[in-house]
Structures are given as C-alpha cells and as structure tokens.
C-alpha cells in the first residue's frame, strides 16, 4: 500500500511564493514517476507538474517558469517551488504517484492566493 500525504498549503498574497511538500511511503520507487495536480472550485483536476526518473521535468504552460518540481529520492519526497502566484493558482493541490500503472494520490492541500 501506498501512501501520498502533502503539505505546505496555506494562504498568500499574489506574488508570493510556497512550497509544497509530498511524503510517499510504501512500496514506491526511484523508478515510479510523481508530480502534482491542482483543482479549482468548480473545475476539473488538472496536471500541474511531474518529475521522472530520469529527472526529466514537465510542466503546465500555465506554471512553466513559475514553479520548480522536485524530488528527494532517498526520503521518498517529492516538492513542488511556487513563486510568483496569483489568484487563478488558488486550488486544493494533490500530489500524484504512477506506480506501475496504478495512479496514488493524496488528500491535498489547500493553497489561497488573496490579497
């Protein structure tokens, strides 16, 4: 079993920066790719980032230059960098985990972009 539990949510004014971090535990891997989604009230969960293992990054056009996914592969974490934020990247974020075809997520988090 597999287990994604994030953290670093919160709120803040547009322009600033979190970070978000994800701890995996169970059987997952170096190998298994991860990232993050996000979800907006009244829209559909939508990919923001992944990292494999390669270290080959991806991005949202919507983020790309703004947020920096990464990984520590020795404690199972993957994090995700925001800077500049604004108020259109308010949404709960869930950490996501592709474990051999078989899609892992978190509970989320809530990040508020507000003045």
């Known amino acids: 079993q597999v287990q994604l539990v994030e953290s670093g949510g919160g709120v803040v004014q547009p322009g600033g920066s979190l970070r978000l971090s994800c701890a995996a535990s169970g059987k997952i891997y170096s190998i298994n790719p991860m990232g993050w989604y996000r979800q907006a009230p009244g829209q559909q969960r939508e990919f923001v980032a992944s990292l494999t293992n390669n270290g080959n990054t991806k991005y949202a056009d919507s983020v790309e230059g703004r947020f920096t996914i990464s990984r520590e592969y020795a404690k199972k974490e993957v994090s995700l960098q925001m800077n500049s934020l604004k108020s259109e990247d308010t949404a709960v974020y869930y950490c996501?985990?592709?474990?051999?075809?078989?899609?892992?997520w978190g509970r989320g988090t809530q990040v508020t972009v507000s003045s």
């Open positions: 996501h985990a592709d474990i051999w075809d078989v899609d892992y």
